[in-house]
């Protein structure tokens, strides 16, 4: 697929990105600004690095892993599309684009590793996912914290994000809280940190703590993970209309991977992205447990574009939080459209949906009614470590995360144009 043709297959949205390519980024710290302003400088004499290229981060990965099977193909569509949005739209800064390059190199090893080892191990392929419990909805309406709260119960497991970042080999029982990797991956996520300075009070962040799915997903490059980090809207556009059930199976190939010499178990996980794409979820998985996550659009959105000005902004110049608002507002009204029409089709019994505003006030009671709808037994053991967790992770540990809709032209009559139906449909769910 050739840039021309990308382009065809790939409008913009009916209301364009139109980012101020000369709008500063006051958010960055000085150290930060000092490189990509040297990068900058590069760039105007002709110098471009590390390129952006699909097929030059093939080959590179490649000639890194020693290894040459991709598996299904079908991830290769993503990739094209992904690095000719960061090369055309996404406005990278010096640093963005060495992120970039290293981001999706690391994915495709990651791809060629597991693929190989698969291969190698045929005990992996034997592993059973057995009733999943999948955490989504719109993002910031308490998705996390359930997500963290649940985990800490011994009957289920959660993709830690270590494990998930480096899983090879994969990781075993006896070593899972004490593995080596876990302070590389620490010093990694501390980089976000120091990139995007308060992203940590906005969204905690760690090696141990569980991971999104979004990550799993990204080494197919068909996920959301990327549309955080970087403004790609054409991309994101592209994601929402393909048929996923190659990623899904990917997906599972990961699981079944991270969890061969660790045991069976039941797996929970997260991400708001399954929302739109809850009929390939249950095709891979037709026994998973579906946990719907509810709040006032206006107020996630509001939330949510604060977190993407803040973690695009360690990797972009260029960052302009009225067109973000915007574009998250329209992205997530379609994937809630979706979540509904998929939803019709399944079997409500596999489904169960919170409040967020009764998650913020009594989170132990909101997940003994999700355990009890779902007929699992809710421990001593498992309510003492959830409340446990609580205490050692209060809200605002790491700071106060501030903002309001107006920063992002967001408002009343904007919710009722994108999220009508969504609103009318779960209005008790709402308020």
Not at 292 to 307: C, D, V
Not at 333 to 343: C, K, L, Q, V, Y
Not at 368 to 385: D, I, K, V
Not at 406 to 418: A, P, S
Request: charged share 20%.
């Amino acid at each position: 697929m050739n840039r021309s043709q990308l382009s065809m297959a790939l409008p913009l949205p009916s209301k364009a990105l139109n980012v101020n390519p000369k709008r500063s980024n006051p958010n960055q710290p000085v150290y930060v600004k000092l490189i990509n302003r040297i990068g900058e400088q590069l760039r105007t004499a002709g110098y471009n690095k590390p390129d952006l290229n699909a097929d030059l981060l093939i080959k590179q990965a490649k000639k890194k892993t020693g290894l040459q099977d991709f598996g299904d193909t079908s991830f290769r569509d993503g990739l094209d599309i992904l690095t000719a949005e960061l090369n055309d739209q996404a406005q990278l800064s010096q640093i963005g684009q060495i992120a970039a390059y290293f981001n999706l190199l690391d994915h495709l090893c990651v791809r060629l590793r597991l693929i190989d080892f698969r291969g190698r191990q045929p005990q992996v392929t034997r592993q059973i996912i057995k009733r999943p419990l999948f955490i989504t909805g719109l993002p910031r309406t308490g998705t996390t914290i359930l997500y963290e709260l649940i985990a800490q119960d011994p009957s289920f497991r959660s993709p830690a994000s270590w494990e998930v970042t480096r899983p090879f080999p994969p990781p075993k029982k006896i070593s899972y809280t004490s593995d080596r990797r876990i302070q590389g991956v620490d010093r990694m996520l501390a980089l976000a940190e120091k990139l995007s300075p308060g992203f940590r009070a906005i969204h905690a962040i760690g090696a141990k703590l569980p991971q999104e799915c979004v990550y799993i997903l990204a080494s197919h490059f068909i996920s959301e993970q990327f549309g955080y980090m970087y403004n790609i809207p054409k991309y994101r556009s592209w994601a929402l209309t393909q048929d996923m059930t190659a990623s899904y199976q990917w997906h599972a190939h990961f699981l079944q991977h991270l969890q061969v010499d660790f045991g069976a178990g039941h797996w929970v996980l997260k991400a708001p992205a399954h929302l739109a794409y809850l009929k390939y979820l249950v095709a891979q998985y037709p026994d998973a447990r579906i946990v719907w996550t509810h709040r006032r659009p206006l107020e996630a959105i509001s939330s949510f574009s604060s977190l993407v000005c803040k973690l695009q902004s360690g990797f972009s110049n260029a960052i302009n939080p009225r067109a973000i608002g915007e574009h998250e507002a329209r992205h997530f009204s379609e994937i809630a459209s979706a979540g509904m029409s998929d939803r019709g089709a399944l079997d409500q019994r596999q489904v169960f949906d919170v409040r967020f505003s009764a998650l913020c006030s009594d989170p132990i009671s909101v997940i003994a009614s999700l355990y009890e709808h779902f007929e699992m037994p809710l421990s001593g053991e498992a309510e003492n470590r959830m409340r446990q967790y609580l205490r050692q992770n209060p809200r605002h540990l790491y700071g106060r995360h501030t903002y309001s809709p107006e920063n992002f032209g967001l408002d009343e009559i904007r919710e009722r144009e994108l999220y009508s139906e969504y609103v009318s449909c779960f209005d008790d769910y709402l308020y």
